[in-house]
């Protein structure tokens, strides 16, 4: 029986953007789908939902996911940014490193005065 990761990675619902057309994904940062999880973890769902596999990597790449907002009304603002800038649909839109994804984080928390 695999385990819950295996599973919820298999259903292709936390696929990226760059996942999703696999020409353009180059062992860069967030291809994997770990961002795309962020995404589940806060809202409860995933970005992008669709019927079978084909129409959901159609659905992943071209198709904007709906703002988590409006899944958990309890979101930060400029938190919510930072999680749809990770799941943009042009490379160049998204954080190119993990450090950049970092400073933003710290930013924020700074800015809403709590402690990294």
């Known amino acids: 029986m695999p385990d ?6 298999s259903t292709g619902h936390h696929l990226r953007p760059a996942a999703a057309d ?3 994904c180059r062992r ?12 589940a973890l806060l809202t409860g769902r995933p970005p992008v939902e669709g019927g079978n596999l084909p129409e959901l990597i159609m659905k ?5 996911p709906q703002r988590p907002k409006e899944f958990q009304l309890s979101i930060d603002d ?3 940014g930072v999680v749809l800038r990770m799941l943009a649909k042009r490379p160049e839109d998204r954080f190119q490193e993990p450090a950049d994804l970092v400073t933003e984080l710290e930013r924020i928390a700074m800015f809403q005065n ?3």
């Not at 819950?4 to 990675?9: E, L, R």
């Open 114 to 116: 709590l402690e990294v």
């Open 78 to 80: 400029m938190f919510e």
């Open 60 to 64: 992943i790449r071209d198709e904007e």
């Open 22 to 24: 696999v020409r353009s």
């Open 28 to 39: 860069r940062f967030g291809c994997d789908g770990r961002l795309a999880t962020v995404y």
């Open 4 to 9: 819950s990761a295996h599973v919820v990675s």
